[in-house]
């Protein structure tokens, strides 16, 4: 048979891994401290299910792969398509989504033409049946529904027809097939159990195995290990089996050993550690590793050298119709290869790596998981780090495991693959399965898939496919096939760069690979660049060619600037794409980013001439100078591309060329006064050119003074000094080039001058700062050691600065044409530099008296606190010295400026005239608080000076009241506490004292500070008189608050201001309740009476005046419900200490103020006043109900005169409240009751259980001499028995002393020897029972002895004795300890408990109308 394309690919993939490549990884995820002693089988089997925990994965970290090997770079996914199920997408979990980046076609999927005509051919010709099973090594084998084995060679000729018909009518269908690593041999499992195994030289049958199993379940997996004569099986059953093959004789045998049973947990899913041929003398080969997946957990066995259990997982719940999945492969990990099981249940994949430790022992650690939004029902490695993932849609999906994208989906359901279901229902031999296996089995498809250096073949119902990875050229040529070039070129990319996943066929090391990635990314540019000139349309709007051109040129100069390929991007490509205007266009216009971005530096001399003119003729000229001063100045033609720039205004490309095209610095500046200078000396007005042109040569003397280039960039180091002085010669000129006889002198410095005096001063000003910030600290380049050159280079700088200065004064002192604000300006400019700590300008005594005048001229406002701040920092440096003291006292107050008048105070040490400076300054006036304090708190002054200064304070105490009460306050208490009373006869202003007093007294309340001040009640008393005509609302608090003011005095200031309700507090707490109650009553009726003439009076103003009178009757109704809430609060303080006759002249009167008031509304018609009294009524009658008897409240409302004789209606709502009350009071108590019965009744239940219950001995033996209970058989004694567990005998715990009582005592308490020792040693008799830990809950004393005769000897007679004296105590607690919360009953005492605490009753009227007893379910107990 010819070789196929197909078929070439069959078995050319290798899974080999370069481990030079492998990179040093952070192993983070690997801390889960190793198994030192694994546990057994038996014991994992043991374990109940309910009792396992969930395997969550702990927070780990991504292994680095970068450079692994060519198998496993990166890449994107250009057909992938979501197959998951739509519920999983709403979980909140982390998703795998679809990465920006571009990973191409990754797998190649092809149909095995051979192989899938032979399988139809068997079908129809011999009648072999459908495939069932197909397994992959150095040969494909198939099997089918008659028991036919099918074995192919790499070129897909079928080299043997295994079985026959009668075999498969005998066994059933193919269910399993395995080939060992040698291809010599082959097992086949069959539906109803047998399993066979072939020689594939000869085709010979060499075993058929039998009795492997238990009779009457399918072969579900049979795998060979990496050892020939070891296999294992797993059948329908659930159980797991060794198959150990053997020749004797000549004689070939089997022995099966069970691995798993099938009872303890339904195994469905078997994979045992096969090593690839690089690896047989990995280390963990020794050991035959064996992964079993049942359908509750995981299990890692160890075959050899013996059976060990090295790890056990639970699943994380999930559907029960997922089925399990195995899959092993060898992974590198820090220079080492290990092997690593990928297995899941449902969508999540997990990942454990195994390793062998130096011990012997196996290390099974848990890497990060990957999480999917799909049903996974096949599993299967492709390389060391991508996976192929089958979903329950038959999507197949490719993951790259380090980062967790999902590279590529395919949809497989053309293949229509086949399904193990009626294996796993084990049709063939009745089907009897549990119902979990079956419906795993619906979505089984184990044997459909198998994969093998790097490759998969699938198994269809009349065809076989094969998968693997493309190398990086297919990928490419599939996106070139398309005409997707951008994303041909952005996974080319990702391949130059080291970031693709998933890569094949890339060798050498990382240069040799770049070399040829980049060969091949400028054969797809040359072919990109012909395709977008070829597929231009032709005709049509300049629009659409544009846009066509805009998505095709960027990526062009993108990759070529990229690859460093700037030779490609202007000789071929933009040689071709110079064919069309347009896409000239477009590329010229493109470059602009990338210059600007300093991606690109120099151009050739053709594609700079076009530039320019591109850009010239399109208008785009700010484009233009982006671009000249990023560009490498020796590619431009200078002349031609200054005359441009020039004459389109591009200054700042003018100046960039000169600067670095001709290191001329100069030239530029004299170019831009020749324009700027005459309009500005001829005072014309300034256009918005003229103002950028300034701005721009004041920003380039800035520059060029700072050592900085211009517009970007700094300038060479050996020219800084130079251009510096260069530009100060040049500004100190007495006369221009051109200059004419009407010229000034310094005509560069007046023109900057009247252009912006300010801004230039400035630039000046910096100057100045970095030539002094450079002589404090030298560079370090020069080891902080100034040379002879640099000592030069600073005094001839200096010397031009002040030249500089001497030349500002000459141009603008005592010339007209400077404003006075552009004088004031250079005066400001002179002071800051003269202000500066290392300054060395001169300037004479007289202009030092021009500055003082102009700083200090009180008829200019303009920067008043600018002129200040300079003035201020002038005296701080020592200016001081060179002005006369008391001139310059006298205008700084004329000027206001009273920082300058502190800082003279200070030196004379007049601080309290610096208490005026700050009143009188506005914006410092809020810091005099913080001054005085701080001047009165440091010792640093004298007695004589902090009293000028306490004296001052006393004279505007008005004023710092005004200011800020609380900080006066606050200073009073530190510095002030004798003069408190001069303080309050000083205040004139009521409104004033109260505040402060307020400040003073209330936030000195219960502090610490409060000591310092004399606390008077007189003070307190004329707070309270103050706050009755302020804040009248304030006075219950403080009442509250304060207990400094004396009650008479008090209770005559309310009555004197008419404060009923703080009169009534005062009264309450003299003891006078009938005076508190009548003042109370009294507020009440007032209010009562404001709401009723209200809502009798008449209704005016229409629609507004009816809302305004609504809004004023629901705000005096408020008021009214605050007041009765506030009497029936007082009444039930009150109460307690009453009797019947007195609590009836509390509750009656209340009771008859309202019902008046109610019967008064009656007839109006606003309703929602009637209904509110109504309500209020009812609410006293519930409230009084506590306190009074029934009849007596039913018998002062009948003998009301109205209601005696009304009919019964009128207060029928009256009686029906009282009654609801009576029945919610009884149904309460019965609930109560009920409560307290059933608690009890529990407690002792479970009391007696606990005191009477049976106690199990640990062991046989005393725990004191350690001697069997019984040691005599003929003697008769007595033995305890602890709680604890721990026996003795009684003869022995009396020689311990270890009983609190006297030891004839007939029930005797006793304590457990041995617990008691282990805490603490042994107590006393007076030790505390609380205290014993070793206490039992329940101590039974036994007795043994013999029966009477006819019993047997043998035999012990148990007498239980139960204590119930401390014991019984412990109990007690230990049966409160077991509830989880409080018992109902106690629930409800708290309740009452809460209530009574504020002096009220159960039914308080600040409780909401719609309370409810809320009964509480029966209480849950720790059994």
């Given at each position: ?210 009795d492997a199993h238990p009779p009457g379940t399918a072969i579900l997996h049979v795998k060979f290990t990496d050892d020939p004569t070891l296999a294992v099986c797993n059948d329908s059953g659930g159980s797991v089996f060794e198959l150990t ?418 290191n001329d610095y100069i030239t530029p500046m004299e170019k831009l006064f020749s324009v700027i200078g005459p309009r500005v000396r001829e005072g014309r007005s300034l256009t918005g050119d003229d103002v950028v042109m300034g701005n721009k ?727």
């Amino acid at each position: 048979m010819s070789q196929s394309p197909d078929s070439r690919s069959l078995l050319s993939a290798s899974s080999q891994l370069n481990l030079m490549e492998v990179e040093s990884i952070d192993d983070k995820e690997f801390d889960i401290p190793q198994v030192d002693t694994p546990p057994t089988l038996e014991s994992i089997l043991n374990q109940m299910e309910e009792e396992e925990d969930p395997f969550v994965l702990e927070d780990t970290c991504l292994l680095n792969t970068d450079n692994m090997d060519a198998q496993s770079y990166d890449t994107s996914s250009l057909a992938s398509s979501d197959s998951g199920d739509p519920a999983h997408l709403k979980r909140k979990r982390r998703t795998l989504e679809q990465n920006a980046a571009v990973h191409g076609s990754v797998l190649r999927l092809s149909l095995l033409k051979g192989i899938s005509a032979q399988i139809v051919a068997a079908a129809d010709k011999v009648d072999a049946g459908l495939p069932t099973a197909i397994a992959m090594s150095g040969v494909i084998a198939v099997g089918t529904s008659h028991g036919l084995a099918l074995v192919f060679d790499t070129n897909q000729a079928l080299r043997l027809c295994l079985g026959s018909k009668t075999t498969g009518a005998e066994f059933g269908a193919i269910s399993a097939l395995s080939i060992n690593h040698d291809c010599s041999r082959l097992l086949c499992g069959f539906a109803k159990g047998q399993i066979t195994m072939w020689d594939l030289a000869n085709g010979k049958l060499l075993r058929t195995i039998t009795d492997a199993h238990p009779p009457g379940t399918a072969i579900l997996h049979v795998k060979f290990t990496d050892d020939p004569t070891l296999a294992v099986c797993n059948d329908s059953g659930g159980s797991v089996f060794e198959l150990t093959f053997r020749r004797v004789m000549g004689m070939r045998s089997c022995d099966s050993r069970c691995l798993f049973s099938g009872s303890k947990g339904e195994v469905c899913c078997i994979e045992p550690l096969r090593t690839p041929p690089d690896f047989r003398d990995h280390p963990i080969t020794c050991y035959s590793l064996l992964a079993m997946a049942s359908l509750t957990k995981i299990l890692i066995i160890g075959l050899k050298p013996s059976l060990n259990v090295w790890m056990t997982l639970p699943y994380i719940k999930s559907d029960p119709s997922s089925v399990p999945q195995l899959a092993w492969q060898f992974v590198p990990v820090q220079k080492t290869v290990n092997p690593m099981l990928a297995f899941c249940k449902g969508d999540s994949v997990h990942f454990l790596l195994v390793k062998k430790e130096e011990t012997g022992t196996i290390h099974v650690i848990k890497q990060r998981q990957l999480q999917l939004s799909c049903d996974i029902i096949s599993l299967n490695w492709i390389n060391s780090c991508s996976l192929v993932l089958l979903d329950s849609h038959e999507k197949l999906h490719v993951v790259d495991r380090p980062t967790q994208d999902v590279l590529e989906t395919l949809d497989l359901e053309q293949v229509q693959l086949v399904y193990n279901s009626r294996h796993f229902k084990s049709l063939a031999t009745g089907g009897n399965v549990s119902q979990a296996l079956a419906l795993v089995g619906e979505k089984a498809c184990y044997q459909s898939l198998s994969s093998y250096a790097g490759q998969i073949v699938c198994l269809g119902t009349k065809s076989a496919h094969i998968m693997s990875l493309r190398n990086w050229k297919e990928r490419l040529d599939c996106l070139l096939k398309q005409e997707r070039f951008t994303e041909a070129l952005s996974l080319a990319w990702s391949f130059h760069e080291g970031t693709a996943k998933a890569v094949v066929g890339l060798h050498g090391d990382s240069q040799k690979r770049k070399a040829v990635i980049s060969d091949k990314m400028v054969e797809i540019l040359l072919h990109f660049t012909e395709y977008a000139v070829k597929k231009c349309p032709e005709q049509g709007k300049l629009q659409v060619m544009e846009q066509h051109f805009q998505e095709v040129v960027p990526v062009l100069v993108d990759y070529c600037l990229l690859l460093q390929k700037a030779d490609l991007l202007f000789n071929q490509l933009y040689s071709r794409l110079v064919e069309n205007m347009v896409a000239k266009g477009v590329f010229l216009e493109s470059l602009e980013s990338y210059i600007v971005a300093n991606r690109l530096g120099h151009i050739t001399t053709p594609v700079m001439k076009d530039l320019l003119a591109h850009y010239h003729d399109n208008g785009m000229m700010d484009s233009l100078e982006r671009c000249i001063v990023h560009l490498d100045v020796t590619s431009l033609d200078i002349q031609q591309v200054v005359q441009v720039c020039w004459n389109n205004q591009l200054y700042d490309a003018v100046i960039y060329i000169f600067n670095r095209g001709m290191n001329d610095y100069i030239t530029p500046m004299e170019k831009l006064f020749s324009v700027i200078g005459p309009r500005v000396r001829e005072g014309r007005s300034l256009t918005g050119d003229d103002v950028v042109m300034g701005n721009k040569l004041l920003v380039y003397i800035s520059c060029c003074l700072a050592g900085r280039a211009y517009p970007i960039g700094d300038i060479p180091e050996d020219l800084v000094v130079q251009v510096k002085y260069q530009v100060f010669e040049f500004l100190i000129r007495l006369h221009s080039g051109d200059s004419s006889q009407k010229e000034e002198v310094f005509p560069f410095i007046h023109t900057l001058l009247h252009f912006d005096t300010r801004e230039f001063l400035n630039v000046l000003a910096m100057t100045q700062e970095s030539s002094l910030m450079r002589r404090d600290f030298p560079n370090t380049r020069s080891c902080c050691v100034q040379t002879f050159d640099d000592v030069q280079n600073d005094k001839q700088a200096l010397e031009y600065q002040q030249r500089i200065v001497d030349i500002l004064l000459q141009v603008m002192v005592d010339n007209p044409d400077f404003t006075p604000s552009q004088v004031g300006g250079l005066f400001t400019f002179l002071a800051r530099q003269l202000a500066k700590p290392n300054n060395t300008l001169f300037v004479n005594r007289n202009l030092f008296d021009q500055v003082l005048e102009f700083l200090c001229c009180p008829d200019d406002d303009s920067r008043h606190t600018e002129r200040q701040q300079v003035l201020l920092e002038l005296l701080q440096v020592g200016g001081v010295v060179q002005f006369n003291e008391e001139r310059l006292f006298t205008l700084a107050e004329k000027a206001k400026f009273y920082q300058i008048c502190e800082f003279l105070y200070e030196k004379k040490h007049l601080y309290d005239r610096i208490v005026d400076c700050y009143l009188q300054d506005p914006l410092r006036k809020a810091e005099i608080f913080s001054y005085i304090h701080n001047l009165m708190s440091m010792p640093g002054y004298s007695s004589e000076e902090k009293l000028k200064v306490k004296e001052k304070v006393l004279q505007h105490m008005q004023e710092l009241v005004s200011l800020d009460p609380g900080k006066l306050a606050d200073l009073v208490v530190w510095h002030f506490t004798e003069e408190v009373h001069t303080i309050i006869s000083e205040l004139q202003d009521d409104s004033l004292l109260f505040q402060f007093l307020r400040c003073l007294l209330e936030s000195q309340e219960g502090s610490q500070s409060a000591s310092r001040l004399p606390l008077e009640s007189e003070l307190y008393e004329l707070l309270l008189d103050l706050m009755c005509r302020f804040e009248p609302q304030e006075l219950l608090k403080f009442l509250h608050t304060s207990q400094h003011y004396r009650l008479e005095e008090a209770i005559q200031i309310t009555e004197k201001y008419h404060c009923n309700e703080a009169k009534a507090y005062l009264l309450e707490k003299k003891g006078d309740i009938p005076g508190a109650f009548a003042g109370l009553l009294q507020t009440l009726k007032e209010r009562l009476d404001v709401l009723t003439a209200e809502m009798s009076g008449g209704i005016g103003g229409g629609v507004d005046g009816r809302d305004e009178k609504e809004a004023d009757g629901e705000f005096t109704l408020t008021t009214v419900k605050s007041s009765l809430n506030q009497m029936i609060l007082f009444c039930h303080r009150n109460c307690q200490n009453l009797d019947q006759e007195q609590r009836k002249d509390l509750w009656f009167p209340l009771l008859d103020t309202m019902m008046a008031s109610q019967k008064e509304v009656m007839g109006l018609s606003d309703k929602h006043i009637s209904d509110g009294l109504k309500e209020m009524t009812l609410k006293v009658l519930n409230c009084m109900s506590s306190f009074i008897s029934l009849p007596a409240i039913i018998q002062q409302i009948l003998q009301d005169p109205v209601y005696g004789r009304g009919k019964l209606a009128e207060i029928q709502g009256l009686i029906l409240g009282m009654l609801d009350t009576f029945t919610y009071e009884q149904t309460l108590l019965e609930t109560t009751t009920n409560l307290l019965n059933h608690d009890l009744h529990w407690s002792l239940a479970h009391l007696h259980s606990a005191v009477t219950r049976g106690l199990h001995p640990r062991q046989d033996s005393c725990n004191i001499c350690l001697q069997h209970y019984k040691r005599k058989q003929d003697a008769s004694e007595e033995i305890v028995v602890f709680s604890c567990g721990h026996l003795y005998h009684l003869q022995c715990l009396q020689q311990k002393d270890c009983g609190w009582g006297v030891a004839s005592e007939p029930q005797q308490p006793w304590r457990c020897y041995k617990c008691s020792s282990s805490h603490g040693g042994r107590g006393g008799a007076c030790s505390e029972p609380n205290r014993s830990r070793s206490t039992s809950l329940a101590q039974t004393r036994f007795s043994s002895g013999h029966h009477e005769k006819g019993a047997e000897t043998h035999r012990k007679k148990v007498v239980a004795v139960a204590t119930l004296d401390v014991q019984q105590e412990l109990s007690w607690d230990h049966l409160r300890g077991l509830y989880r919360g409080p018992s109902r009953l106690s629930i409800l005492s708290e309740v009452l408990h809460g209530q009574s605490s504020e002096k009220a009753g159960f039914l308080l009227p600040a409780q909401p109308e719609s309370f409810h007893l809320k009964l509480a379910p029966p209480p849950l107990f720790e059994e």
